[in-house]
């Protein structure tokens, strides 16, 4: 057998090894079910200083939950090479839709089978297979190799990786290049990545009216029908048209509720859900001011009146072609042979809580065809191929 296969095998079983002992545990957002202390036990043998971070309230459930969060660095030199991920998973529905139970780790078919195999505990592994790997070759390397593991990324991403890059902000400890582990990949490992996300600023509109008898509308005001036709101008405006990078802002209305329950009875108020995904070519404070000018005008003649309630939940950011990128797509032409597609689409991650720090940010995992699924499973193949690219990452970056 050839040396690139023989390294091939003992990745993958060591990132075999560790994924399945992180699978096992039952990590569902926001509990980490002791995933991080795996990492930094291992990582603490390898000359990493481990951190915990807490935020949240201990006593309380839900999104004010007390979440266990991981930083660890090896060095403190720059640049800063960081790999971020989540150890929590989302629920896994009704197990007996499972072909195997989810958090019992099953090889079957060429398949590792468990609830976070592919988003993303797999990818934790990975890379802390590469880092333990690369520091053993190189315990001298240049700059530092740090971790952030938070268990609040499938949640309500409110006290985890948002508060620990406060916190380092704080201190003045800045990361140089962020590795996201998120499935990136679409057909083959390392075919897709992520070099950037779409922003995401969310609405709840709610229309007020006055509730009536239906047979007597001239005594009530309609909120439903106050809000059609700026609905459907909202639905039919061109936001932008996107560019190199990023496909044209796009909205989406995902619920409207309005009614009492009755067929007779005009209600006085609907509820309208909608979602913005922004490019750069676009911003915050104009789709918010183009979405006001819109109500206004519709809104100008009628005994309705409206309010928007507005969340922003990441910004667009973008990594363009550079040194990181470069780092990455070299890596996997190495050990796969797959030129890499760069790529924005898809939803959000952790990585828009890094990116504005100053920070390069790329995403790149395993096959993301079945994350969040019944039968969540990854290629056994692909995760010592995972490890080496990973490792590979680390040589182009810090052995300069």
Request: proline share 4%; charged share 20%.
């Amino acid at each position: 057998m050839s040396d690139a296969h023989n390294q091939n095998m003992t990745h993958q079983q060591q990132t075999l090894d560790l994924s399945i002992a992180l699978l096992e545990r039952p990590s569902v957002t926001p509990d980490d079910d002791g995933c991080q202390d795996i990492l930094s036990s291992r990582l603490a043998q390898a000359g990493f200083d481990c951190e915990f971070m807490y935020f949240g309230n201990k006593e309380q459930s839900g999104e004010h939950a007390e979440v266990k969060n991981l930083w660890a660095r090896r060095g403190t030199a720059d640049p800063v090479i960081c790999f971020a991920g989540h150890t929590d998973v989302v629920p896994t529905g009704d197990e007996k839709n499972w072909t195997y139970p989810p958090f019992t780790p099953t090889i079957k078919d060429g398949y590792l089978w468990a609830r976070g195999a592919a988003d993303m505990k797999t990818g934790i592994a990975a890379f802390t297979i590469a880092a333990e790997r690369f520091v053993a070759s190189h315990p001298e390397h240049n700059g530092s190799i740090a971790f952030l593991i938070t268990s609040d990324e499938e949640g309500p991403s409110i006290n985890g990786t948002v508060k620990v890059i406060e916190t380092l902000e704080a201190r003045q400890e800045k990361i140089t290049y962020c590795l996201v582990g998120e499935p990136s990949s679409t057909d083959t490992l390392g075919d897709v990545i992520k070099n950037g996300r779409r922003g995401s600023l969310g609405a709840v509109l709610t229309v007020t009216g006055k509730q009536g008898h239906v047979a007597y509308p001239h005594l009530a005001c309609n909120p439903i029908h106050a809000a059609m036709s700026a609905l459907s101008e909202l639905t039919s405006t061109t936001w932008d048209n996107g560019n190199d990078y990023f496909p044209a802002t796009s909205l989406q209305i995902s619920n409207i509720n309005g009614g009492t329950g009755a067929t007779n009875v005009i209600p006085e108020t609907l509820e309208v859900v909608f979602n913005f995904r922004f490019s750069t070519e676009t911003s915050e404070e104009e789709l918010k001011a183009k979405t006001h000018a819109i109500f206004d005008k519709h809104f100008a003649d009628s005994k309705a009146s409206y309010d928007i309630q507005w969340k922003l939940s990441g910004q667009p950011f973008l990594t363009p072609e550079g040194k990181l990128v470069s780092a990455c797509q070299n890596a996997v032409k190495s050990v796969t042979g797959t030129d890499t597609t760069l790529s924005t689409s898809g939803g959000t991650s952790d990585g828009r809580f890094i990116a504005p720090t100053g920070a390069q940010v790329v995403e790149l995992g395993v096959r993301n065809a079945t994350i969040h699924q019944v039968d969540e499973k990854v290629e056994v193949d692909d995760l010592g191929k995972l490890a080496q690219i990973y490792e590979g990452i680390l040589e182009n970056l810090l052995l300069e």
